[in-house]
């Protein structure tokens, strides 16, 4: 074989590899420019999908209203609980008092005057 026809046979694959790969190329771009018309076609339905979405979210906050009677209920028990917390250091507190009466009634007894409480 004769070097000239060595060199035309591998610009022939060559080009056939070439040509198969443009063809490949060419059929993906035509699919995604119908598939950009096809979205395009639609954009009135889409904005209507989106504009209805958009009222169903604002609609479904919570009213100020709503918002602050939540908020006094939770006062409303963390006053009870307070409250609860409050009557029972009172009568820790009571508790500890006459134990520190004790106690100071028991080192009185125990110093030079000797009372009795």
Partial sequence: MEPSTIAVVII??????????IKILWSSITDLRDDNKAIRGDGKALSEDLHELAK?????????????????KIYAKLDEVDAKIMT???????????????????ER????DRRAC
């Fill in 56 to 72: 169903l979210v604002a609609g479904d906050y919570v009213k100020r209203s709503e918002f602050e009677k939540g908020f006094d």
């Fill in 88 to 106: 029972r250091f009172d009568g820790l507190f009571e508790e500890v008092k006459k134990k520190v009466d004790k106690s100071e009634c028991h």
């Fill in 109 to 112: 007894s125990l110093g030079p």
């Fill in 12 to 21: 022939a694959i060559v080009n056939f590899f070439g040509g198969v790969l």
